[in-house]
């Protein structure tokens, strides 16, 4: 079964600091990858997607992510963050022969003065 | 367009009670879903379906049915509810396979 792992339940991070979210995937055909973005007490909204093509996809928010098919990751990248970034992170896959897409637990980035 | 509907908002239950989570969406979606968010278990699929007369299991279905008379609606049943249940439930709906989920605001479910 597809199963997304989000190694890091919360991560911390000084204002204008970098920052990496880590998702990892397992799944031996090919898939695509979703981050989803959830702001305090809203829905989720999409950041940004991987289907096929190049491997660096890019939000306009200046987030990015690459897909890694060796080493079935899709980290999502800041090069610096900003208050406004605070809300939790999902990634999401969905297998290109299937129906289900399937969250990972989610990671809250906390955005420090 | 309204995109993705969820009602109620908020909803109080009492062990025991039966009641219907109403989603409709006004895209022509053929995929929807139903998803229950826990703190620090992340988004779990419910239900989805691919298209009307069609539906299928996902992670967590046990305690909750669903049907799909109309593209439009996917409502979500809870024939007899357990505190376990408690949890904000998500519905989405997409175009295709590749194409991101619509989500609805949620509903707040508290069954006490």
């Known amino acids: 079964a597809q199963s997304v792992t989000q190694l890091d339940s919360q991560v911390p991070v000084f204002e204008e600091a970098p920052v990496e979210l880590r998702c990892n995937y397992s799944?031996?055909?090919?898939?695509?990858l979703f981050w989803y973005v959830q702001y305090p007490n809203q829905g989720l909204q999409l950041l940004l997607k991987y289907l096929s093509g190049s491997t660096l996809v890019e939000s306009i928010n200046g987030f990015e992510a690459e897909f890694n098919k060796s080493q079935t990751s899709f980290h999502l990248r800041k090069p610096s963050v900003h208050i406004s970034d605070t809300a939790e992170y999902f990634c999401a896959v969905r297998l290109n022969r299937d129906d289900k897409i399937i969250f990972g637990k989610g990671t809250r980035l906390h955005i420090l003065p | 367009n309204a995109g993705v509907t969820q009602t109620p908002k908020f909803q109080v239950l009492k062990t025991g009670q039966s009641m219907t989570l109403q989603c409709a969406q006004d895209?022509?979606?053929?995929?929807m879903s139903w998803y229950r968010q826990d703190p620090g278990m992340g988004l779990r699929l419910i239900h989805y379906s691919v298209g009307a007369g069609i539906t299928d299991q996902g992670e967590v279905p046990n305690g909750y049915n669903v049907s799909r008379s109309t593209t439009e609606d996917f409502p979500l049943r809870l024939l007899s509810a357990a505190p376990s249940q408690t949890s904000v439930y998500f519905c989405?709906?997409?175009?295709?396979?590749?194409?991101?989920?619509?989500f609805g605001n949620g509903t707040r479910l508290t069954v006490t």
């Open positions: 989405a709906s997409s175009y295709g396979r590749g194409v991101p989920l619509h």
């Open positions: 895209m022509n979606h053929e995929y």
């Open positions: 799944s031996s055909v090919s898939v695509y």
